[in-house]
Every structure is written in structure tokens, then in C-alpha cells.
T-cell receptor, first 114, second 111 residues
């Protein structure tokens, strides 16, 4: 299995509070991604990174920000959590176009916003 | 926008049966297609990746095919086992930052 960890694995927070989720990889892959998974929607890309300090928006980026100060860490921040952000969040990594951007996923973080 | 569909949403088969899972996509301009397995409460495990120039990939009892022109991929599972029970997802890669996932087929293999 690819070396990807996510923390925390579960979190319950209140509406309006900031929340930061962490993704850590030991594979030295260039690309990192944050997804959310919701029933009926499949996985949707929130933000991605193509290198240290290089990030861009995905399909559902509103209300989220990211940072990547080191190759191995990619942080997802909910500036002011809302109930619509209750979801399961997955981090993924991929090496490069050379391997077809094959993606490997972390175990997920279940976030509940009350 | 690319749309990915997986039908049926759920499938139940007896152990030992060969089965086919379907994935269709609306735009044939894809970079690759990847099949994943997801167990309840877990992350996604990569099963097979088919590059756009390939027609199929095999790994053990799994065989995935790709027909770009018709916008279809199939995942064939031979001699199914109860341990194969999981949700199977397909994902289309358009570029390094554009991925579109289906909502999955939930497979139950009955002993």
C-alpha cells in the first residue's frame, strides 16, 4: 500500500469553527489531491497540488483552502465550517504523467459539522 | 463536462460466478481510466489502470477493458469470492487535475 496517512480520522466540530485536515505521504510523489465523498455524488475534487507551494482549485473548492509547504504534507482548511461540509474527505497522491497519474488514496477523514 | 455512470448500482451473485461491472463515460477524450475497490469505511484501493492507448489490463482474476470510441469500460471478475464483496468505482482522467468518478457498483458475493 502507498504510504499515505490522514489525520484526524474522525472529527466532530461546530458550525463556524475552522478545521484543518492533514495528509502525509512517504512516497515523494509530486501530485497531491483532496476529495470529498458524498452519497449520490461520488468523489469530487476540492483542490490539488502539483508541487511545493503550487496548488489550484478543483470542482468544489468554495469554502476550502489548501497549503503545501513540504513535498510530504498537504493541508486542507475549512475556514468556517458549515453543515454542508459534513462529508468523508480523502487525500490522494500520484507520481506523474509517466505513470498515467495513477492515484493512490489515504484512509479518509470523516468530518461531521453540527 | 465529463459524466461517468456505473450501472447497476448494486449487484448480488453466488460465489464462483464470473461477473462484469460496467462503466460508461460521455467524452472519449480521456487520458486513462482507473478501477478502484472500496471497502466500507475505508479508502480506495487501485485495481487497474488502462491508458487511453490500451484496450485492456489484467491482474489476477481481474480484467479491465476500454473502448474509448463507445465510452465504455468493463471490469471482469472471474470465479468470484466472498472477499470480493465491496464497492467498485471507475474514474476517468482527463488531465493531471481533472478526474471524474462514477458513484460505484456495490457487489455482494454470497457464499
Amino acid at each position: 500500500d502507498a504510504g499515505i496517512t490522514q489525520s484526524p480520522r474522525h472529527k466532530v466540530t461546530e458550525t463556524g469553527t475552522p478545521v484543518t485536515l492533514r495528509c502525509h505521504q512517504t512516497e515523494n510523489h509530486r501530485y497531491m489531491y483532496w476529495y470529498r465523498q458524498d452519497p449520490g455524488h461520488g468523489l469530487r475534487l476540492i483542490h490539488y497540488s502539483y508541487g511545493v507551494k503550487d496548488t489550484d482549485k478543483g470542482e468544489v473548492s468554495d469554502g476550502y483552502s489548501v497549503s503545501r509547504s513540504k513535498t510530504e504534507d498537504f493541508l486542507l482548511t475549512l475556514e468556517s465550517a458549515t453543515s454542508s461540509q459534513t462529508s468523508v474527505y480523502f487525500c490522494a497522491i500520484s507520481e506523474s504523467a509517466r505513470n498515467g497519474y495513477e492515484q493512490y488514496f489515504g484512509p479518509g477523514t470523516r468530518l461531521t459539522v453540527t | 463536462k465529463q459524466e461517468v455512470t456505473q450501472i447497476p448500482a448494486a449487484l448480488s451473485v453466488p460465489e464462483g460466478e464470473n461477473l462484469v461491472l460496467n462503466c460508461s463515460f460521455t467524452d472519449s477524450a480521456i487520458y486513462n481510466l482507473q478501477w478502484f475497490r472500496q471497502d466500507p469505511g475505508k479508502g480506495l484501493t487501485s485495481l487497474l489502470l488502462i491508458q487511453s492507448s490500451q484496450r485492456e489490463q489484467t491482474s489476477g482474476r481481474l480484467n479491465a477493458s476500454l473502448d474509448k470510441s463507445s465510452g465504455r469500460s468493463t471490469l471482469y471478475i472471474a470465479a468470484s469470492q466472498p472477499g470480493d464483496s465491496a464497492t467498485y468505482l471507475c474514474a476517468v482522467t482527463v488531465t493531471g487535475n481533472q478526474f471524474y468518478f462514477g458513484t460505484g457498483t456495490s457487489l455482494t458475493v454470497i457464499p
